[in-house]
């Protein structure tokens, strides 16, 4: 909602794989909320730290709102829950409807929401980092498959040591 635990963790994650198949030169991402509470904040430090454990580095990130522009920049918005996606449809206007997705339909078995970590411990920010490593990868393959894009990446299984939107 507020665009500092579960959004920038998926980006951080979803860049960190982009990066890691050399294919940052063709597939950009960012995030965004769909309420402006935080908007200019950096993230959650708690999912920073979550983030940080597995190298992953989203501190220089800023919240930010969602606009009806980002469905004609980006090819696809994705949700990270039902509640957000349904704040997100009215913004997709005629023809960006078919852009916008939950995160979590690139990790079959996963559900469909990403739960919010914000009001728990660090277990959630854990579990939301398993489940953007989860989605991001399946996003990575979608993509690579459906844009026919060549990719170093070879290891769907592949965990960050100690990855909505493109």
Same mark, same amino acid.
């Given at each position: ?9 998926? *980006? ?25 509470? &935080?908007? !200019? ?25 969602? *606009? ?26 005629? !023809? ?13 078995? &996963? ?30 393959? &979608?993509?690579? *498959? ?5 990719? *170093? ?14």
């Amino acid at each position: 909602m507020g665009n500092i635990c579960r959004s920038p963790t998926a *980006q951080g994650v979803f860049a960190a794989l982009v990066r890691e198949a050399g294919l940052d030169h063709v597939i950009a991402c960012d995030s965004a909320g769909t309420s402006h509470y &935080h908007i !200019g904040n950096s993230p959650d430090p708690r999912a920073c730290r979550a983030a940080a454990k597995r190298g992953i580095e989203i501190g220089h990130l800023r919240a930010r709102k969602a *606009q009806a522009e980002d469905f004609a920049e980006f090819d696809l918005v994705l949700a990270m829950d039902r509640a957000n996606y349904r704040n997100l449809a009215p913004l997709a206007g005629e !023809g960006g409807a078919d852009r916008l997705r939950l995160f979590l339909e690139f990790a079959p078995g &996963h559900g469909e929401n990403v739960p919010d970590p914000y009001y728990g411990g660090g277990d959630g920010f854990e579990r939301v980092l398993d489940l953007c490593e989860a989605a991001g990868r399946g996003l990575l393959d &979608h993509l690579v *498959q459906t844009h026919g894009l060549t990719s *170093q990446y070879t290891d769907s299984s592949t965990r960050f040591s100690s990855g909505s939107r493109k």
